[in-house]
């Protein structure tokens, strides 16, 4: 009768053990930090990698700015520029930021906070594009204005408009860009990009920038 018991409060105490020791495994996995979070160092390459895609990406309304001030962490955050095209920032105080280049604002930014922080070092990285507009027109499936959150090249704007249609003339297509007031074209030889050549003319399309399939 004795062995009887013994035997299933042996079983009930290895059983309690071993729920011991897995909540115990579970907690100490917990602690451990989440191998996909980024590093704050990771998240500034990240920042300054979209930055560099298009150098000269002239900033939008709507656009939102990370703008930090080295050794000066509560001189860093993330900054949405108005629909007026202006932000706001501390020591800075109101700048216009819209139709310039992240280097641009950085020097502005530089030489305003530079008359309270002699040493500043200010950095400034697009952490969202939202002012980015493109145009697709003539011969695609579905021409019209896009406004999108990322850069794209030509074909994927081509894409974005559905394709071209069966009667676009593809060794003819243009890009469109104003530079400096002025209209600068870039042609495009989509038979010969389809076929592996002159790849270098699928361009990073910059905001404002006509794609025009005759």
Request: net charge neutral; with cysteine; hydrophobic share 40%.
């Amino acid at each position: 009768m004795t062995a009887w018991i013994r035997h299933p409060i042996r079983r009930l105490g290895i059983a309690l053990l071993l729920t011991l020791a897995t909540l115990a495994l579970v907690a100490c996995q917990n602690l451990r930090p989440s191998e996909s979070a980024a590093t704050p160092q990771q998240q500034a390459e990240a920042e300054a990698a979209a930055s560099t895609l298009m150098p000269d990406y002239r900033i939008g309304p709507e656009d939102e700015l990370f703008v930090s001030v080295w050794k000066e962490p509560e001189l860093q955050r993330k900054v949405l520029v108005r629909p007026d095209g202006g932000i706001s920032f501390p020591l800075a105080g109101d700048l216009q930021v819209a139709g310039k280049t992240v280097k641009e604002v950085e020097q502005e930014l530089t030489q305003r906070i530079q008359k309270y922080i002699p040493d500043a070092v200010v950095t400034v990285t697009v952490d969202k594009v939202s002012g980015y507009t493109i145009f697709v027109l003539g011969k695609v499936k579905n021409p019209g204005q896009y406004r999108l959150g990322r850069y794209v090249d030509v074909i994927q704007a081509l894409t974005l408009a559905g394709g071209v249609t069966t009667f676009a003339d593809e060794d003819e297509i243009k890009v469109i860009r104003r530079v400096n007031g002025k209209p600068v074209v870039f042609p495009f030889d989509y038979s010969a990009i389809k076929a592996g050549h002159k790849l270098e003319q699928n361009i990073t399309l910059q905001s404002g920038d006509v794609v025009v399939v005759p």
